[in-house]
């Protein structure tokens, strides 16, 4: 029988209430992040990111139907179909009706729980292991490694620490709404690739979550993709805008300066960063590419300035342009490909 001591009647938990322990409170956290929506920590203290999770759900049981940013159902269960009447407002208060609600979905089993490790510090060896012994003719194994240091800090699982016990698969959550906690995406694992719908599906926990392998092959094929289709462009349509601006405008992207059959072929990538030369980005200062209109800025994710930045375009390969778009577009995709190319240099 799961251990759910805060289901006990008439108690409510909420930020400073003290009326809960430190137990009913982890007992709450452990279920939020089975559910996918408290992004770590499971330490009995009910702060700010167990309200904002209390928050995203009673949210969800209001407006998630299933669907993704299409209004097309991807999920295999709507969360609005658990509520039944019992959640009208989104106060970050867990009463028992709320209680009622979260042992619904952690008893359904339709309703897919996000995995654990009860070693996660001897899984993460295995990945970064795995990550050393991996080879690729696709996409250059520096630069995946980079990515990841940036996405997860290149672990697939929270390891406890201190009165922490986290063990859940690491979740990065977008809050890109009006209401931070709204959560329009989340990312999973070492790779942190990204689902609209939320819960996910039984057989993407499997193949992306359970499987770090298949994490990994997921990431490989977004990078892929990415130089593919963003890195070739055309003025007015979808092209990497700062390639052209750096004056690399070549019928075919730059794969490699080595070729195929030498040595160095996608793996040298650390010393090409480090012969690149550097640059100081500082925040509403530092333009994209040489005539922007728009600079670098300090957002939710990003601190906006950075020193000792690997100059792009000195790169003789387009890779820095296509990791760019693994993130998306705009003024975070700016900062993500600055941090990315400093942990490119240091790996």
């Known amino acids: 029988m799961p251990a759910r001591s805060y289901k006990q009647s008439g108690l409510i938990l909420q930020r400073d209430s003290g009326a809960a322990s430190k137990t009913q409170i982890k007992d709450l956290q452990r279920d939020l992040r089975q559910l996918g929506y408290l992004y770590r920590g499971?330490?009995?203290?009910?702060?700010?990111?167990?309200?904002?999770?209390?928050?995203?759900?009673?949210?969800?049981?209001?407006?998630?139907?299933?669907?993704?940013?299409?209004?097309?159902?991807?999920?295999?269960?709507?969360?609005?179909?658990?509520?039944?009447?019992?959640?009208?407002?989104?106060?970050?208060?867990?009463?028992?009706?709320?209680?009622?609600?979260?042992?619904?979905?952690?008893?359904?089993?339709?309703?897919?729980?996000?995995?654990?490790?009860?070693?996660?510090?001897?899984?993460?060896?295995?990945?970064?292991?795995?990550?050393?012994?991996?080879?690729?003719?696709?996409?250059?194994?520096?630069?995946?490694?980079?990515?990841?240091?940036?996405?997860?800090?290149?672990?697939?699982?929270?390891?406890?620490?201190?009165?922490?016990?986290?063990?859940?698969?690491?979740?990065?959550?977008?809050t890109n709404a009006g209401e931070k906690y709204i959560y329009t995406s989340r990312g999973y694992g070492l790779g942190q690739f990204t689902l609209f719908h939320h819960p996910p599906k039984k057989s993407e926990v499997k193949q992306f979550m359970d499987n770090v392998e298949g994490n990994i092959s997921k990431?490989?094929?977004?990078?892929?993709?990415?130089?593919?289709?963003?890195?070739?462009?055309?003025?007015?349509?979808?092209?990497?805008?700062?390639?052209?601006?750096?004056?690399?405008?070549?019928?075919?992207?730059?794969?490699?300066?080595y070729k195929e059959n030498e040595e160095g072929y996608l793996t040298d990538c650390k010393n090409c960063a480090q012969e690149a030369g550097t640059i100081d980005i500082v925040a509403d200062v530092t333009p994209y590419y040489k005539d922007s209109s728009h600079t670098y800025k300090k957002t939710q994710y990003h601190p906006g300035s950075y020193t000792k930045v690997p100059i792009r375009e000195n790169f003789p390969c387009d890779w820095p342009y296509a990791m760019r778009r693994y993130n998306g577009s705009g003024v975070n995709s700016y900062n993500y490909q600055a941090r990315v190319l400093k942990y490119l240099a240091r790996l």
Do not use: W
């Not at 179909?81 to 867990?94: E, F, S």
């Not at 690729?136 to 630069?143: A, D, H, Q, R, Y």
């Not at 800090?153 to 986290?166: M, T």
């Not at 892929?224 to 405008?249: E, I, L, M």
């Open 42 to 174: 499971i330490d009995g203290g009910f702060g700010p990111g167990t309200e904002r999770a209390i928050k995203a759900l009673q949210h969800d049981l209001l407006h998630n139907f299933g669907e993704n940013p299409q209004k097309i159902k991807s999920a295999p269960v709507s969360v609005s179909d658990y509520n039944k009447g019992r959640v009208a407002d989104v106060d970050g208060v867990c009463d028992q009706k709320l209680v009622q609600c979260i042992c619904e979905m952690l008893d359904d089993p339709k309703f897919p729980k996000l995995p654990f490790d009860a070693n996660p510090q001897a899984a993460n060896q295995t990945v970064i292991s795995k990550l050393d012994g991996l080879t690729s003719t696709e996409v250059p194994i520096p630069f995946l490694k980079a990515i990841f240091k940036q996405e997860s800090n290149l672990k697939h699982f929270y390891v406890p620490r201190g009165v922490d016990e986290d063990n859940y698969i690491v979740v990065g959550m977008d």
């Open 219 to 257: 990431a490989i094929q977004e990078l892929r993709h990415k130089f593919d289709h963003f890195v070739r462009g055309k003025p007015g349509g979808k092209r990497a805008d700062d390639r052209f601006a750096d004056g690399k405008t070549q019928k075919s992207p730059l794969t490699c300066k």
